[in-house]
T-cell receptor, first 113, second 113 residues
């Protein structure tokens, strides 16, 4: 089955700096790659996603890049703010009718004021 | 709309006790999922229901059963709880199409003593 590895497990940055989280996946048939943000005591919430026919996608301060040849994708957050502090999860999915996701282990991001 | 709701929010069980975690969604979604979240392991799929009337095993189904009561509700049952089932449980739902966003509930924190 699919295996998703996520790095780093923890990331500490100063406010205004950029943060990058990287994921690799094992199944070349995977074609959908969402990123979730989980705040303390809450469920994960989708922040951005990318499909395999796209190399990069941006949404304000957040961007995701995908390299299908190398089987890795990354989350980039620019101009970080304290409210970006949370746990971030990457995931991968093949094109199935129910959208089964395999998650990475998570990255705890801390943005210091 | 409430989105995805879960009850209870917290539960403490003794080894061998049984309980049912409840999940409901009001987004008219076809697919529903149960995940467990353990430190350093991301979210792992326990069971899913691609559509009303169907259920199937995920990555870690042992010790659990599910019921898709109707389109809105999807319950998870622990017949004989074990300490290894101490975890945070999340329910999610999606439209059911390929690469549809999964929306998560707030979670149930379960401790088995």
């Amino acid at each position: 089955g699919e295996n998703v590895e996520q790095h780093p497990s923890t990331l500490s940055v100063q406010e205004g700096d950029s943060a990058v989280i990287k994921c690799t996946y094992s199944d070349s048939a995977s074609n959908y790659f969402p990123w979730y943000k989980q705040e303390l005591g809450k469920g994960p919430q989708l922040i951005i996603d990318i499909r395999s026919n796209v190399g990069e996608k941006k949404d304000q301060r957040i961007a995701v890049t995908l390299n299908k040849t190398a089987k890795h994708f990354s989350l980039h957050i620019t101009e970080t703010q304290p409210e970006d502090s949370a746990v971030y999860f990457c995931a991968a999915s093949k094109g199935t009718s129910y959208g089964k996701l395999t998650f990475g282990q998570g990255t705890i991001l801390t943005v210091h004021p | 709309n409430a989105g995805v709701t879960q009850t209870p929010k917290f539960q403490v069980l003794k080894t061998g006790q049984s309980m049912t975690l409840q999940c409901a969604q009001d987004m008219n979604h076809n697919s529903m999922y149960w995940y467990r979240q353990d430190p350093g392991m991301g979210l792992r799929l326990i069971y899913y229901s691609a559509s009303e009337g169907t259920t199937d095993k995920g990555e870690v189904p042992n010790g659990y059963n599910v019921s898709r009561l109707n389109k809105r509700e999807f319950s998870l049952r622990l017949e004989s709880a074990a300490p290894s089932q101490t975890s945070v449980y999340f329910c999610a739902s999606s439209g059911g199409g390929v690469a549809d966003t999964q929306y998560f509930g707030p979670g149930t924190r379960l401790t088995v003593l």
